[in-house]
């Protein structure tokens, strides 16, 4: 399916192309299923498929969710002969809570100190463009607070991240806390939004929970048969 590409995918020594396998690998023995994705060329990603209008990260398969695998021997079949980005599905292993770089590392600091200990305390990545994303379990929604808040996006079900160490234009995906410290094990979700919301409030952003009554948005008006308005 590559004889269509154009651009040259980014040069990569064997070295590098086995480490990208022998760590997809090892996400995969320890349950988290991975796809490849698309390669890096120069600023944008090919993933082979004719028509493919996509130039941002993304998955190297059309059928990436079924296709993912928690199987080390078929994930390694996937580095064989090409330098893919490592991305991992969200909604199964865990899901995802992803906020920009000044509130991600006052979390972590919170974090730190939390008196739920380990479970608050797990894998937490970070993109070169300054978006941090801490794994935590999967299934449970966002708080009320959070819901509409443009600061967090959550990830589940038919969503992925790029790993580390997957490259991207600006740089590479590393781990702010590698999976290896937190012994692979993943904090309780709402432990950890709580741990959110308290860093938005201390940065002085208003959460909806914070709104008075009084100060809810007003619904929208409804143009009545005399010509006025009046609201719904």
């Known amino acids: 399916m590559w004889g269509n590409v154009g651009p040259r995918v980014a040069h990569l020594s064997p070295l590098e192309r086995v480490r990208l396998r022998r760590v997809a690998v090892r996400y995969a023995a320890h349950g988290w299923e991975v796809t490849p994705g698309a390669c890096l060329a120069n600023s944008r990603f090919v993933c082979g498929r004719a028509g493919c209008p996509t130039v941002g990260c993304h998955p190297a398969l059309e059928n990436w969710e079924h296709a993912a695998s928690a199987d080390p021997a078929r994930v390694a079949t996937w580095w064989r002969s090409r330098p893919h980005g490592v991305l991992l599905p969200t909604g199964r292993a865990f899901d995802v809570l992803e906020v920009a770089a000044h509130l991600g590392r006052r979390v972590l600091d919170t974090v730190a100190t939390h008196p ?37 996006v959550r990830h589940g079900p038919g969503s992925w991240i790029p790993a580390p160490p997957t490259r991207l234009p600006e740089g590479t995906v590393r781990w702010a806390v590698a999976p290896e410290q937190a012994r692979w094990r993943l904090p309780d979700s709402y432990l950890v939004q709580n741990a959110l919301i308290a860093a938005l409030r201390a940065a002085g952003i208003t959460l909806a929970a914070d709104l008075l009554p009084g100060q809810l948005p007003l619904p929208p008006a409804r143009l009545l048969t005399d010509g006025s308005r009046t609201a719904t």
């Open 116 to 152: 739920a200990g380990a479970g608050v305390r797990g894998p937490v990545l970070v993109t070169p463009t300054g978006r941090w994303m801490f794994l935590v379990r999967p299934g449970d929604p966002l708080r009320p607070e959070l819901e509409h808040c443009f600061h967090v």
